[in-house]
């Protein structure tokens, strides 16, 4: 049964580590950098918006390299939910921590 139970944990540790790879998020003091990945390949062309930021109603576009700088522009700090689209059609969430300052 322990065995059962360690199993199960690291199939699920690395599923939700799977699903985290194909968007990443890093955090500047004026903005972010994301990189989206589709089956480990950059995704050139997909769109990327801020989900839970109303002051930023504006979708961005990556480049080639499957990067896009997002502008942000907040009073406080706060987890942004990033969403992108790639041409595909595949759908890519993640939550960031973004600070109001760079610290």
Do not use: C
């Not at 062309?45 to 576009?61: D, G, I």
């Amino acid at each position: 049964m322990r065995k059962t139970h360690i199993i199960l944990a690291a199939m699920a540790i690395a599923f939700s580590s799977a699903s985290l790879a194909d968007l990443r998020v890093s955090s500047m003091s004026n903005g972010a950098w994301v990189k989206v990945t589709d089956n480990g390949q950059p995704a050139a062309n997909a769109t990327v918006s801020l989900v839970n930021v109303p002051q930023v109603r504006q979708t961005f576009q990556t480049d080639e390299n499957g990067r896009v700088f997002l502008p942000i522009s907040l009073n406080n700090s706060r987890s942004i939910k990033f969403k992108a689209v790639t041409e595909e059609g595949n759908v890519y969430s993640r939550f960031a921590f973004h600070s109001d300052k760079n610290r």
